[in-house]
């Protein structure tokens, strides 16, 4: 992991506790814990069925974190907004699905404020 990378990550989400964040593709929850230990409420999205168990597991004892299994596009807004908007989206995105996850986040109300998207 490239602690110089998770930092730019970091840093452009420019997280304050409290701050209720959309991560998409968390992975093994590498991006997750940092988020996590910056005060975010963490709503993941995760595709893989493989991973989705193994990061509940790391963080489901968190009441910040909660995992929504499955994928984004097929996800219903309100599942990860509620009522409101998510403060931030961060999202590690394979390119095939870039333009389709940035219009299901912009295209319609409510919208992140800050959005910090590696390809």
């Known amino acids: 992991?490239?602690?110089?990378?998770?930092?730019?990550?970091?840093?452009?989400?420019?997280?304050?506790?409290g701050e209720s964040v959309v991560e998409v593709g968390p992975g093994?929850?590498?991006?997750?814990?940092?988020?996590l230990a910056a005060g975010a409420k963490v709503t993941a999205v995760e595709l893989d069925e493989a991973l989705a168990p193994l990061l509940e597991k790391r963080f489901g004892g968190n009441?910040?974190?909660h995992l929504v299994q499955g994928d984004i596009l097929h996800t219903p807004r309100e599942d990860l907004l509620g009522a409101d908007a998510p403060a931030k989206l961060v999202a590690n995105l394979p390119?095939?699905?870039t333009?389709?996850?940035?219009?299901?986040?912009?295209e319609h109300p409510?919208?992140?404020?800050r959005l910090v998207v590696m390809v």
């Open 1 to 17: 992991v490239d602690e110089d990378a998770l930092d730019a990550i970091l840093g452009a989400a420019e997280i304050q506790p």
């Open 28 to 35: 093994a929850g590498v991006v997750t814990q940092r988020l």
């Open 63 to 65: 009441p910040n974190f």
């Open 95 to 97: 390119y095939y699905i």
């Open 99 to 106: 333009a389709p996850t940035l219009r299901y986040f912009l």
């Open 110 to 113: 409510p919208r992140p404020r």
